[in-house]
């Protein structure tokens, strides 16, 4: 026989069911405990951690209602809402245990029991409540990270006025369960804003899954998105739930939509549109309960119009559509971003706090940052790792270390070294204003992005 682990609280009014299945199952390695009266049971369940309680229906003698039952089927759900419950009932009783069923009990067993049936009934029991527990404590670790990570709107910082409007808008979407579509250039904040739509939302409690789409290639796409079977494919060794299942309950943030191929984005369009994957290599459809949020830093409306883009996709992700500014439309945040910075980075590397002199903050505030705030923050990071004493009196501290030469003593430059640089001057020189860069390279606007999206620009 082999010995099993668990503990199991058994309440019924029958001293002689007590005594059997006590004997029954303390003989399988179970730890038993047994109650006369369903009136200690509260008591009993602030003192100990149960796995499993067995439950009578009928107390009072004379009652087969199974009112009494139903009320201490409640009464322990409360207290514990994890715990896992099996009514004991009487032969007849069968639609009394459905209701149960439905009121939270996990199953039930017919009196008198089979011992391997009730052995059986256990063993699942107390699976479901490792199962509970384990759900619970990743609930729990998912809302302790992102209440680490997020303040009000998160590490949202910024007062200007093109904020202000961001923060309004967040605030109106948010609580919908809207499709967000996010756009912006590289690194202005895009991630972060849908993590506050999902921490502001009514899926706050569940989880929140990223996936980089232009990260995922081509031939894992599916795999990677909807999951796939054992079998499926070599590499494939085990059932594998893809990115939309896991994030059922919670919210899928799609990030560079904008880089899917048009084969990919038909596939991503179905599944958006039947709200259910099926897994590679299976015929099981399942349905996903998901809240979608986009983003990218490409113009979608244009590369609908060059056919780049399906519009039918666009249409499925945009029902609202939040602009997040370029750093250089909001200028008067720099200062409050470089404080941040200056103080993150300070604790980070254990360096004296460090003070920026108002000419230096000047110069930066102009810069274009064509980076945005990644370009921002790692500007930083580097002032405070090069920095000697506690103040910054020149610019170069942050700037020379962000601009790649455009030549270097003893290498030759690449190709794309010279178009990336190229590039960078370009968006200085038209103070970011990507028409009049296109306009002067000759290219389309979204041909043009598309190349800055690849330098990261
Ligand atoms: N408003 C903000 N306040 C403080 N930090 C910010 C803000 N916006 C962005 N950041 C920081 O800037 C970095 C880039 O942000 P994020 O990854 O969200 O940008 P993104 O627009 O999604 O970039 P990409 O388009 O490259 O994916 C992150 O480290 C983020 O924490």
């Excluded at 201490?72 to 009932?89: E, N, R, V």
């Excluded at 010279?418 to 103070?431: A, C, G, S, T």
């Amino acid at each position: 026989m082999t010995k099993q682990e668990g503990s199991i609280l058994i309440v019924d009014d029958d001293p002689d069911v007590l005594s059997t299945a006590q004997m029954f199952l303390k003989q399988h390695g179970f730890t038993v405990q047994t109650e006369l009266q369903p009136k200690n049971i509260p008591a009993i369940l602030s003192k100990s951690i149960l796995d499993v309680i067995l439950l009578d229906m009928n107390f009072t003698r004379g009652e087969n209602g199974g009112k009494e039952g139903m009320h201490w089927l409640k009464q322990i759900l409360q207290q514990d809402p994890q715990a896992s419950i099996i009514l004991m009932t009487a032969y007849g009783e069968v639609e009394l245990a459905v209701q149960a069923l439905k009121a939270g009990a996990t199953d039930f067993v017919l009196k008198p029991w089979e011992n391997q049936k009730l052995l059986a009934t256990i063993l699942s029991a107390i699976q479901l409540r490792k199962s509970k527990l384990e759900v619970e404590k990743l609930r729990n670790t998912q809302q302790q990270l992102s209440a680490d990570i997020h303040g009000q709107y998160g590490e949202l910082i910024g007062n200007s006025p093109a904020m202000k409007e961001l923060y309004g808008l967040l605030e109106k979407v948010a609580p919908t369960d809207a499709n967000v579509l996010i756009l912006g250039e590289n690194g202005t904040g895009k991630e972060l804003v849908a993590r506050a739509l999902h921490t502001h939302s009514l899926r706050k409690k569940e989880v929140f899954i990223s996936v980089d789409l232009g990260a995922i290639s081509e031939t894992l796409f599916e795999s990677e998105l909807f999951g796939h079977v054992k079998g499926a494919f070599t590499d494939a060794k085990e059932d594998k739930p893809g990115r939309f299942e896991l994030a059922s309950g919670g919210t899928i943030f799609l990030d560079e939509i904008g880089n899917l191929t048009l084969p990919l984005q038909t596939k991503l369009l179905t599944v958006l549109q039947s709200r259910t994957v099926r897994r590679v290599g299976s015929h099981q459809e399942k349905k996903v309960d998901i809240r979608l949020i986009c983003a990218t830093n490409m113009p979608l409306h244009e590369m609908v119009y060059e056919n780049t883009f399906r519009q039918d996709l666009l249409y499925r992700i945009n029902t609202v559509e939040i602009r997040v500014p370029a750093l250089r439309e909001r200028a008067e945040d720099i200062p409050l971003l470089i404080s941040h910075f200056l103080a993150m980075y300070a604790r980070k590397y254990k360096k004296p706090a460090l003070r920026i002199e108002p000419a230096v903050l000047a110069k930066l505030k102009k810069y274009i940052w064509p980076g945005n705030i990644r370009e921002l923050q790692h500007a930083v990071e580097r002032a405070v790792i090069l920095s000697e004493g506690t103040s910054i009196s020149s610019p170069d501290l942050f700037l020379n270390q962000v601009r790649m030469p455009t030549t270097q003593p003893g290498r030759t430059l690449t190709l794309e070294e010279v178009e990336r640089n190229y590039l960078r001057e370009l968006i200085e020189k038209y103070e970011g204003n990507i028409s009049k860069v296109a306009r002067e390279l000759g290219m389309t606007r979204p041909a043009l992005y598309r190349r800055l999206n690849k330098y990261g620009l």
